[in-house]
């Protein structure tokens, strides 16, 4: 198997959870949760857009750029809705070696 390093992730996740308590004025970090969930939602929807807007150009490092603006701003919703990574690791791991097509039929199936 590749080493992602996702635990990059991990190390991330938990600084977030650390800013969580600094000064606004003084950390990005604590200014995107200090505005709560709303906020922070609004900027990931932002940084979404920059990252097909990457993708579709053909600078690859511009497009790891965006990403790791999107998994930074992913990681502080997360943070800001206390959802643990760990939570979301599990349900990706839950769902590992499902067809894709039938893990939405049955997400589809579960809103009905």
């Known amino acids: 198997m590749t080493n992602h390093r996702l635990e990059v992730l991990g190390a991330l996740a938990d600084e977030i959870a650390a800013r969580r308590s600094a000064a606004p004025d003084q950390s990005y970090t604590a200014k995107l949760l200090s505005g709560g969930a709303e906020t ?3 900027k990931l929807g932002e940084e979404a857009i920059e990252t097909v807007l990457a993708a579709m ?3 690859g490092r511009h497009l790891a750029s965006e990403s ?3 998994l930074y701003h992913l ?12 939570d ?8 590992q070696g499902v067809s894709g097509l039938a893990e939405k039929a049955a997400r589809a ?3 009905g």
């Not at 990681?75 to 760990?86: D, N, W």
């Not at 979301?88 to 769902?95: F, H």
């Open 40 to 42: 922070c939602a609004r």
């Open 57 to 59: 150009s053909d600078d």
């Open 68 to 70: 790791a603006d999107l």
């Open 75 to 86: 990681l502080v919703l997360l943070e800001a809705r206390q959802v643990p990574l760990a």
């Open 88 to 95: 979301v690791m599990a349900e990706l791991a839950r769902r």
């Open 109 to 111: 199936g579960d809103r």
